[in-house]
């Protein structure tokens, strides 16, 4: 099917039955469950969107952020109420089909940080960066601010036979980890203590390389 590119006003749309105004800009038309509607992928076109950009191997003066696209934002400036959600970029996998045969990884999101030989990273380097950015100023209400919050809206298949997990840590596809995490020196994410380990309130199940679950006890320090 040939798209056009069509403009009303301040709105673009790419052209697939169905135009949406008020400064959109729209591609495929969206059903949450019916293939056929969003513009098609197949093994000839594996993605519709792809972004490149390089440094022109120039070292890029002046500070600030060096970015492919710029930024996704959503700002609010009225008090908003209710049940609502916002969020400044969304990525979404939707699984309507029989995908178990599938032996690759499906991810609502990949970020991914590469080091190619010959590059070297700085002090601090993630393919995704959770970043807070509490001013003063601001109020941070009752709850949890957090930079990453794990959710979700539902948690109630038909078949259970896998395991459905909070953070999962793959094998590598080469190598080994060296640690499973890394604390800074500032006190607040690991405190230091001592003294030898009182009773276990808590205890977190994990899935150990053998298969058998495990499980990290916290405790009080007596």
């Known amino acids: ?3 056009e590119l069509y403009r009303k006003g301040m709105d673009l749309q790419l052209f697939d039955g169905t135009f949406v105004g008020n400064g959109q800009f729209i591609k495929g038309v969206f059903n949450a469950t019916t ?23 120039k070292v890029i003066s002046g500070t600030g952020a060096a ?46 940080l590469e080091v190619k030989s010959g590059g070297k990273t700085n002090s601090l380097s993630s393919a995704v960066r959770a970043d807070l950015n509490i001013q003063s100023g601001s109020t941070v209400s009752a709850g949890v601010t957090a930079a990453i919050s794990v959710s979700a ?37 690991c405190v230091s203590a001592s003294g030898s380990l009182g009773s276990i309130a808590y205890k977190i199940p994990v899935v150990c390389p053998d298969g058998t679950t495990r499980y990290i006890p916290l405790g009080t320090v007596s």
Do not use: K
Not at 36 to 50: A, D, F, K, M, S
């Open 67 to 112: 970015y492919l696209y710029g930024s996704r934002r959503l700002l609010l400036t009225a008090a908003q109420t209710g049940n609502n959600s916002f969020y400044g970029g969304c990525d979404r996998l939707s699984v309507a089909g029989d995908e178990s045969g599938v032996t690759g990884d499906m991810s609502g999101h990949w970020g991914m």
């Open 153 to 189: 809206e539902a948690l109630s298949p038909s078949t259970h036979t896998g395991t459905i997990a909070v953070l999962n840590v793959p094998n590598p596809q080469a190598g080994t980890f060296d640690v499973f995490a890394s604390f800074g020196s500032a006190t607040g994410a």
């Open 1 to 3: 099917m040939a798209l």
């Open 35 to 57: 293939a056929g509607y969003g513009l098609q992928v197949n093994p000839n076109r594996t993605w519709i969107e792809r972004g490149n950009a390089d440094d022109g191997g």
